[in-house]
């Protein structure tokens, strides 16, 4: 009967995409379009998820001759090993994970959702319901950090740590265009510390390419950033002495010493003090996820670390009389606002501070009257009449035309 009903379901599917014609809707049906095909393609995920669990129970891809349950399931769907045998281990643990099948079976989760929440709630019994009800109100990038958090909470941060040191890497090969491409598996701070660099080096040469009339996509520039910083001569006495500070060269071909980049940590003071972190304490580079404590005690020796301690500063009372945004706010704001506060943008890079009252009338420079928004809703507010508004712990986006508003936990970093 189920197979009867799928198959009714799918042929009807088929049907009404054959006669689509999406050049004769209008935008407002094409947007509800997109919802209902979007909840049917989660609700098939999750009936996927399912059925494919079963499918290694129940042995029958050895009798399709297949090597394993994963080489079934990735022919089946049309996926790579790699995507099959993630699915299959997102499957094997729903069984334990009640909250999370049930929003499957709702049709609440799309199959990448599972596979977070699926790895972290494993390890995190506790955290299950917290992370599927932010599964359906944030973008997927705090998703991620949220289960990054929840898999650091539940393992030995050193040991973690240590095991991707261990497992770190770099491969290069080159593609069918001929471009050589690389993969890499770097430790947080590594990789913290590399993606700084190249973006320092990338700034500079993107300077270098307006002076110069050339204009090119920032993925460019930071590809080109990455070879000149790789290809760079090193300083001698850096060549000769493994063990001493790291050295760079200015304008003048002159070598000085000092740290490079510049490194964000968030930690709590009491496991800055202590030494490592308790359950509910977060020591992590923004963006990137959890450290251990020592590991960020060792980033200030060769870097530019810069610490918010999260309770040594009452972030609530920081303001400033004039418009200019001092050091002190303008950290506060970064470390409140990771992504665009407006509802389901959830960029990070290139973020804008912007006064939600005006300052021209009236708005003061204080943290609650303070926003991070990306360069479009930016745009927006101020030059299309979109209106951005804070109510309790809740950020509301209204646009001109609309009586209603979306809404966004205030605070998305926790």
Known sequence: ??????????????????????????????????????????????GKLLAARRVESSNVWRKKGHRSAAAHVAEATGTGLGPAITALEAARRLGSLPATEDAVR??????????????????????????????????????????????????????????????????????????????????????????????SEAGRMAVEARRNGIDEPDRAVAADALVRLACAAPAPDAARDSTSPRTRSDKSGCTRCGPSTMVHVRVDHEALMRGHAEPGEVCEIPGIGPIPVEVARRLAVDSILSVLVTDG????????????????????????????????????????????DPYGNGGPTRLDNLARLCHWHHYLKTHQRHRLERLGKEWRWIAPEDATATTVPLDLSG
Not at 107 to 117: A, C, P
Not at 124 to 135: F, G, I, K, N, T
Not at 319 to 331: N, Q, V, Y
């Open 1 to 46: 009967m189920t197979l009867q009903l799928l198959q009714r379901v799918a042929d009807d599917l088929r049907s009404v995409l054959s006669d689509f014609e999406p050049e004769r809707v209008s935008g407002p049906d094409a947007a509800r379009l997109l919802e209902r095909y979007a909840e049917i393609e989660k609700l098939a995920a999750g």
């Open 106 to 199: 709702a049709g609440r989760l799309s199959e990448t959702q599972v596979k977070e929440i699926a790895g972290a709630a494993i390890l995190q019994p506790d955290s299950e319901q917290e992370l599927v009800d932010a599964a359906e109100t944030q973008p997927h990038n705090l998703l991620k950090l949220r289960c990054r958090r929840v898999k650091a909470a539940g393992q030995d941060h050193l040991a973690s740590y240590e095991k991707i040191r261990r497992e770190r890497y770099l491969r290069n090969w080159t593609d069918n265009d001929g471009a050589v491409r690389f993969d890499a598996r770097l430790t947080p701070d590594e990789g913290a510390r590399l993606v700084a660099a190249i973006k």
């Open 313 to 356: 500063v009452d972030v609530t009372t920081v303001s400033h009389p004039g418009r200019t945004i001092p050091a002190s706010l303008r950290r506060a704001i970064t470390e409140r606002d990771q992504v665009c506060v407006v509802p389901g943008c959830g960029l990070r890079e290139g973020l804008e501070i912007d006064h939600t």
